[in-house]
T-cell receptor, first 113, second 112 residues
Framework: DSGVTQTPKHLITATGQRVTLRCSPR?????VYWYQQSLDQGLQFLIQ???????AKGNILERFSAQQFPDLHSELNLSSLELGDSALYFC????????????FGPGTRLLVL | GQSLEQPSEVTAVEGAIVQINCTYQ??????LSWYQQHDGGAPTFLSY????GLEETGRFSSFLSRSDSYGYLLLQELQMKDSASYFC?????????????FGSGTRLQVQP
């Protein structure tokens, strides 16, 4: 158990819909990272927040957005969903900016039908 | 940008030793990490090398040669539970080292 929690575990929705994925980092960790894992693209970095502020962006689509709240939990919002958005979405946390060890949550498996 | 190359699959028998290689290209190098992921599970941190040489942690060791842009993960005394995917990763300079760029993963199958 990494100490990072993610909800929901599974999500099935339809194209065009909007979903919200939630993540709580390890106690004391200020950084939250979101990654997408699909069969054809592998593990890809989406976005990072540090203590409530956006700090780095990766291959995140404009239809996707995220935020980190004062209690440090984070939400990833995916809208206008497409079939290709079906993937595993992982949240990871670390103790500081750019720390090498990231602790991953169990992931949310999203299926868009 | 960054790219990491690792073999897609490796098969070995229980009790054996296996080496998973990773070569990388990156505009700025800060270190090489290794993560393990079981099917349906989350990536789990195994090791990190910032300097050349071998780092040992129990049955697992990781090696780095910065001059060759190369590293490997060595797994000894293989157990069935080691069957998993193994990813090498580097901090992404474009993001101020705040994210990881992962290789495509090596699927290790341990056979009895």
């Amino acid at each position: 158990d990494s100490g990072v929690t993610q909800t929901p575990k599974h999500l099935i929705t339809a194209t065009g819909q909007r979903v919200t994925l939630r993540c709580s980092p390890r106690s004391g960790d200020l950084s939250v990272y979101w990654y997408q894992q699909s069969l054809d693209q592998g593990l890809q970095f989406l976005i990072q927040y540090y203590n409530g502020e956006e700090r780095a962006k990766g291959n995140i689509l404009e239809r996707f957005s995220a935020q980190q709240f004062p209690d440090l939990h984070s939400e990833l919002n995916l809208s206008s969903l497409e079939l290709g958005d079906s993937a595993l979405y992982f949240c990871a946390s670390s103790g500081g900016q750019g720390r090498e060890t990231q602790y991953f949550g169990p992931g949310t498996r999203l299926l868009v039908l | 940008g960054q790219s990491l190359e690792q073999p897609s699959e490796v098969t070995a028998v229980e009790g054996a030793i296996v080496q998973i290689n990773c070569t990388y290209q990156t505009s700025g190098f800060y270190g090489l990490s290794w993560y393990q992921q079981h099917d349906g599970g989350a990536p789990t941190f195994l090791s990190y090398n910032a300097l050349d040489g071998l780092e040992e942690t129990g049955r697992f060791s990781s090696f780095l040669s910065r001059s060759d842009s190369y590293g490997y993960l060595l797994l000894q005394e293989l157990q069935m539970k080691d069957s998993a995917s193994y990813f090498c990763a580097v901090p992404t300079p474009d993001t101020g080292r705040r994210a990881l760029t992962f290789g495509s993963g090596t699927r290790l199958q341990v056979q009895p």
